[in-house]
Structures are given as structure tokens and as C-alpha cells.
């Protein structure tokens, strides 16, 4: 190496070595006068925590609603435009629902049906288990009796015939036949009251029984009538035991019924009319079911206010098929806001406490301030532009102010203890 690089490199080094000394003295070096640190001194401080806490976020109201069809269907009518205010159960949308109408009718009409079942069921139990009253029991003594005598007379006159026709004969034939229809009208009578009643069963049967009956007495009467006017002969005398035979059936039904009413009602007969209580009442639980069932599938035709509110979004026109869950509008409670916080990051959210004040401005409002209290804390983060930040609610204190959904809004919450 020659001696001249040699002198080259010191020259270097004493010039890097002045200029090190004088970047110490300018920049590095103690202050002349400066307390020069112990062992004993903090190197460092801790910063106080803030008072308030700043964050952006929006106008969101209170309370909303994405209302949507349960059911398939064309829209009929729209009973409500994007900004009017509605009340709670206000219909806003009508499906076409004519069938579903329909519906619904002949399901109220089987309700009908099937009570009138049940009050006429129920009224046949109480009457067996009530048992005759005691006109009925006197009324059927009668008839009993009545036929009784109606044999009797019918003998005395088919023997006075085989002796020969007199006046007396036919008279008695003739008051025969007259007594016959009174007996006649009777049991069409009483047949007619237990129709209107609504009662059937076993005292119908009867009924139809005496009626059946009566008729062919009055048959027999007058067919012997007229052989007793012609007069006697082989054929009258016939006509007379039928009529002795009509008589004897009489007296023999009316006795029955007598004998069944004093005897009441059989265990079997209470029980099958209890049956048939229970029936009936299963037929109009079954017909409420399907009423109710029919008037769900109505009402689901029906989109309703579930709160008072705006409308601020209607997406569907009449006329329009909608699909179920698909959404038509959207209704928003304005009768209180709040604001929700966008971008607090996860060293403020900390400080941040429900029930601390809020002092908030919006940009559509210039300078003017809004007053509000923290009231949810988000427990889950959200990642905004790269962030990690959680969302705060806001009630915001009531104003006039025309606030609307999704305004901007910046916070100062005050986080002092």
C-alpha cells in the first residue's frame, strides 16, 4: 500500500470523527444547566384519560319493519303511498281473496249448523233423563182409556149389526166414526208438537204410530158406517172386526206408551242420547277449527300496521304477484330516534358506559346541537375500513327537528366518571 491512500483513509476518518462530535453536540447532548437523570427518576409518564369520546354515526329510528305476505297471491288494492302515517292495525295492503271469502262463510255456516246440533241433542238428553212430566203421563192415561173404550164399542156394535140394522146402530156407528176422527186429530196433533219441538227418537216413532193408527179407525169406522146403511151382511160384519182389530191395536199402543212413560227412560236410552251429545259437541269443535283455520288463511291476505308509523318504502303495485317473505314496505316508528355509532374503535368503546350524556350535531343542521344518553353497547365487532369498531346506541332527547333515516350524525359522549 502506498503511502499516499494511506494518508488519503486517516484524512477520512478525522473528518466522519468531527462530524459525529458536532451531530452529538447539536442533537444528543444534555442542555447546559439540564439536571442530568438518576437511577431514582420515571423515565416516562402516563397521559391522562379523556373526558369525551368522539365517534360518527346515524339517524336510525326507534322502531321499523320490513312487512311481507305470509301467503302467495295478487295484489288487489293499496290502501296507503310512501309517506303517510298510518295507526296501529291499519290495513295498508289487500290480497285478491274471494275464494278464501268464500271460504270463511261456509265455515261459519257449519258453526251454526253444528250448535243448533248440539241444542238439539243437548234438549233430547235433558227430556229422557227429565222423564215424562206429569201432563204427559195423564194425557197418555186418556188415550189409554179412549181405546179402551173403543173396543168395547166397536164389539157391542159389530154384535147389534149381526142382529140387524137399527137406528140406534147406525147412530153409534156414526158417533163411532166422529170419535175416530177426534182420536185422528189428536195424534196428528201431538205428532205435530213433537215435530216442532225438534225431539225424535223413540217418542217419534210412537207418535207415527198413533197417527198410523187413527187413521185406519177412521178408515174401518166409516167403511162400516156404509155397510151398516146398505145393510147387513157378511162383508159389514167383517168390516166390524176389522174395526174391533184397529181399536185393540189403539189400545194396545196407547197402553205401551203409558206403560214406557211411567217406566222412563232406560239406561241405554241415556246413554245413547249422551252419545249423541258428545257427537254433536265434537262436530262443532271440528267446525271452529276449520272457521278458525279458514279465517287465518283470510287475514293472511290482509298485510296490517303492526305499529303507528310511516310508510318510507313500498316496492309493490296492484296487480302484482307477490311470493311469501318477500317484502312490500317498510314502516318506521318516527315518533323517537336514535343514533348508532359507526366508527368507534376498541380503545374508546371501553370508556363507554350506558346512561353517559351525549351531545351530538348533524350535518343537515349546521351547529345546531342534539341531546342524548348511551343506551347499548355492542358486545360483537365490526370491521369498518380495516378497523375493529363497535357500535353504540343513542337515545336521542325528543326535538322538532325533521330528522330523517340515515342522516349524519357526529357524537361527543362524556365519559367521565
Known sequence: MSRTRILIGLIIVAVLAGLGYVGYQKYLAPAQGAPTPTGNASLSTTPEAPSVVSAEGKIVPARDATLAFRMAGRVEKISVKEGEAVK??????????ADVQAGVAQAQAAVAQAEAAVALAQAQLDQITAGPRPEEIAAAEAQAKAASNAVGQ?????DQVAKGATDDAIAAVEAQLAQA??????AEDAYQRL???KIHGWMEEQAILRVNAANE?????QAALDQLKSGASPELVQAYNSAIGVASQQRKAAEAQL???QAGATKAQVDAAMAQVDQAKAGLEAAKAALAAAQAQLDQATLKAPFAGTIVSLSTEVG???TPGAPVLVLVDESKWRMQTNDLSETDVVLVRPGQSVTATLDAFGDQTFHGVVTEIASIAETNRGNTTYAVTI?????DAPLRWGMTAFVDIDVRP
Do not use: H
Not at 88 to 97: F, H, Y
Not at 395 to 399: E, G, I, V
Open 395 to 399: 337515545d336521542l332527547d325528543p326535538t
Open 154 to 158: 166397536a164389539v157391542a156394535q159389530r
Open 195 to 197: 215435530m216442532d219441538s
Open 88 to 97: 296501529e292495525g291499519d290495513v295498508l295492503i289487500q290480497l285478491e281473496s
Open 181 to 186: 176422527q177426534v182420536q185422528r186429530k189428536e
Open 259 to 261: 206403560a214406557l212413560l
Open 320 to 322: 302484482e304477484v307477490v
Open 217 to 221: 179407525a177412521v178408515a174401518a169406522a
